[in-house]
C-alpha cells in the first residue's frame, strides 16, 4: 500500500507537469491499488475471525466481499480513466520526456508485487488477494501501454501526436474488460457455485478411504471465504447400527478435514447403500 501510493502520487504529478494524458490515466489507476489492498487487507483480517454464535459457518465471507470490491474499484477505474483519456487536453507546450520514469519504476515494482500476490493468493486460495494481484495486472499492463505511447509520441511527435491520447483510452478500456472477469468470479462465490470437478473428486477420494464407507450418492462444496463447506450424504452397510455408522462418518469427517485443509467443515448424511448396485458408488 505505501509502495502504491508512492507509485500513483509519482504518476499523477508527473503526469500533469509532463503533458500526459496517458501517464495522468496510469496515475488515476494505481491509485485505485492503494484502496482495493485496504479492501483485501481488511477483508483477511476478518475473514480470519473464529466461528461465533451469530456466524456458525465462520466470517469467511469478509474476504470475498473484499474480493467483489476490488472488483468494484476496477471498474469506477476503468471509466474514470476511459473519461480521463477522452477529455485531457494537453498544453502547448508538448509532452516532455521525464514522463517515463514513474513508468519504468513502475514496471518493475507491479511484477514483484503481483508476482508475490498471485503466489500467495494461489497458496492460501484467497479469491480478495488474486484479485489484487489482478488490479497489480492490470497496472502493469496499462503502464505498459502509457509507456509505448509516450515514447511514440516523444520519437516522433507529429506522426504519432494522438499516441498519448489513444494509449489512455486503451488503458481504461483494458481495465473495464479486465474487473469484469473479477467481479465474475467473486459473484459465482457469492452464489454458491460448486467448485472445480477436480475438488469433489478429492473430497470423495478422502471419503472412501474410510473402512466402512462404501459409495457417495451426492457430493455438494460451496466456498465461504477462504475455505470451503462440504454437505455429503454417505453409503454405508443397511445392517449397521446408528453407532457404527455414525462413528464412520466421523472418521470420514476427520480424514477429508485433516488431508484437505481447504476443507473447512463437512456436514454428512448417512443412508443406507443399495446392495444391488456396486460397492462404491460415485
Excluded at 477505474?77 to 520526456?97: D, M, R, V
Excluded at 503481483?114 to 502493469?140: E, M, N, P, Y
Excluded at 477420494?205 to 462440504?230: D, M, N, Q, W
Excluded at 462418518?249 to 476427520?254: E, H, I, N, S
Aim: proline fraction near 4%.
Amino acid at each position: 500500500m505505501i509502495t502504491g501510493f508512492v507509485l500513483a502520487a509519482s504518476k499523477l504529478v508527473v503526469g500533469f507537469h509532463a503533458n500526459s494524458a496517458a501517464v495522468v490515466s496510469d496515475g488515476l489507476e494505481a491509485s485505485g491499488d492503494v484502496v482495493s489492498s485496504a479492501f483485501v487487507y481488511a477483508g483477511l483480517w476478518l475473514a480470519n475471525k473464529p466461528p461465533d454464535e451469530e456466524h456458525p459457518y465462520g466470517h469467511g465471507r469478509y474476504e470475498t466481499l473484499a474480493s467483489l470490491a476490488v472488483g468494484g474499484m476496477l471498474l469506477l477505474t476503468g471509466a474514470a480513466i476511459l473519461w480521463k483519456g477522452l477529455t485531457f487536453a494537453p498544453s502547448q507546450h508538448g509532452l516532455h520526456g521525464f514522463a517515463v520514469y514513474p513508468l519504468l519504476a513502475a514496471i518493475v515494482v507491479k511484477v514483484g508485487q503481483a508476482w508475490a500476490k498471485f503466489r500467495v493468493g494461489a497458496r492460501i486460495d484467497s479469491s480478495g488477494l488474486q484479485a489484487d494481484a489482478w488490479h497489480d495486472l492490470t497496472d502493469l499492463l496499462s503502464t505498459t501501454v502509457a509507456l509505448l505511447a509516450v515514447v511514440l509520441a516523444l520519437w516522433n511527435p507529429v506522426r504519432f501526436q494522438s499516441a498519448d491520447q489513444v494509449g489512455a483510452v486503451a488503458i481504461g478500456v483494458l481495465i473495464l474488460f479486465l474487473s469484469a472477469r473479477v467481479v465474475q468470479r467473486t459473484v459465482d462465490s457469492l452464489l454458491d457455485t460448486m467448485p472445480e470437478a477436480g475438488k469433489l473428486q478429492e473430497i470423495k477420494r478422502v471419503a472412501l478411504s474410510v473402512p466402512g464407507a462404501r459409495g457417495i450418492e451426492k457430493c455438494f462444496a460451496r466456498r465461504t471465504g477462504l475455505r470451503y463447506h462440504v454437505d455429503l450424504h454417505l453409503e454405508v452397510d443397511p445392517e449397521m447400527t446408528v453407532r457404527q455408522s455414525h462413528n464412520i462418518a466421523r472418521q470420514v469427517k476427520v480424514a477429508v478435514k485433516e488431508m484437505l485443509p481447504w476443507v473447512a467443515d463437512v456436514l454428512i448424511h448417512v443412508e443406507p447403500a443399495t446392495l444391488e448396485e456396486p460397492a462404491l458408488r460415485r
